[in-house]
């Protein structure tokens, strides 16, 4: 089925651990998003990339790295974890639905750090 | 910083009943307007979209903007309890339409 899908869908790592937080859309949409989202705080940010070979900094981006390794995948690093980084991690690849731009959101990534 | 408001709640509402969600925003430049569903331990779903003052309605659903006064917000008709969920407002956050700047979502109850 068309759509953005993330892997894994869960994971803990030890606070220092570097992990690498898979994107994939099969939509052949040109931009796609990393979010984080926290208890209360809604949905920021983290990185985006407007087209193939471009990526931008967002609202959160500090600890994080990310690669927009060809027009259908967008992969985020955290190079070393730390515990402010436990949260729910959504990618997202832009929809046109008529003249109007939104967002299909992957299933999330629900990570822990110890 | 533009910035994206909501009420937390919970809204809680009986069956049947007008559910009102509200939003305000800080950017006059905004363009267009998102109100997501989310589901507990989901992604979010885009339900509505709204670009032109005044009202849209689909379904059970009306967003409502009114730009000079920087709202928008979502009204749900017979509120069934499946309409529970967070409801989060999205705002275009950029002149290019890249980004969308999401408020901290609104929790609907809706009670049988």
């Known amino acids: 089925n068309a759509g953005v899908t993330q892997t894994p869908k869960f994971q803990v790592l030890k606070t220092g651990q570097s992990m690498t937080l898979q994107c994939a859309q099969d939509?052949?949409?040109?931009?796609m998003y990393w979010y984080r989202q926290d208890p209360g705080m809604g949905l920021r940010l983290i990185y985006y990339?407007?087209?193939?070979?471009?990526?931008d900094k967002g609202e959160v981006p500090n600890g994080y790295n990310v690669s927009r390794l060809n027009k259908r995948e967008f992969s985020l690093r955290l190079e070393s974890a730390a515990p402010s980084q436990t949260s729910v991690y959504f990618c997202?690849?832009?929809?046109?639905?008529?003249?109007?731009?939104?967002?299909?959101f992957g299933s999330g990534t629900r990570l822990t750090v110890v | 910083q533009k910035e994206v408001e909501q009420n937390s709640g919970p809204l809680s509402v009986p069956e049947g009943a007008i559910a009102s969600l509200n939003c305000t925003y800080s950017?006059?430049?905004?363009?267009?307007f998102f109100w997501y569903r989310q589901y507990s331990g989901k992604s979010p779903e885009l339900i509505m979209f709204?670009?032109?003052?005044g009202d849209k309605e689909d379904g059970r659903f009306t967003a409502q903007l009114n730009k000079a006064s920087q709202y928008v917000s979502l009204l749900i008709r017979d509120s069934q309890p499946s309409d529970s969920a967070t409801y989060l407002c999205?705002?275009?956050?950029?002149?290019?339409?890249?980004?969308?700047?999401f408020g901290g979502g609104t929790r609907l109850m809706v009670k049988p």
């Open positions: 997202a690849s832009r929809t046109r639905q008529g003249q109007i731009y939104g967002y299909t």
């Open positions: 939509m052949n949409h040109n931009s």
């Open positions: 990339s407007a087209s193939e070979g471009t990526t």
């Open positions: 950017d006059r430049g905004s363009q267009s």
């Open positions: 709204i670009y032109s003052n």
């Open positions: 999205a705002v275009n956050g950029d002149s290019a339409g890249n980004m969308l700047t």
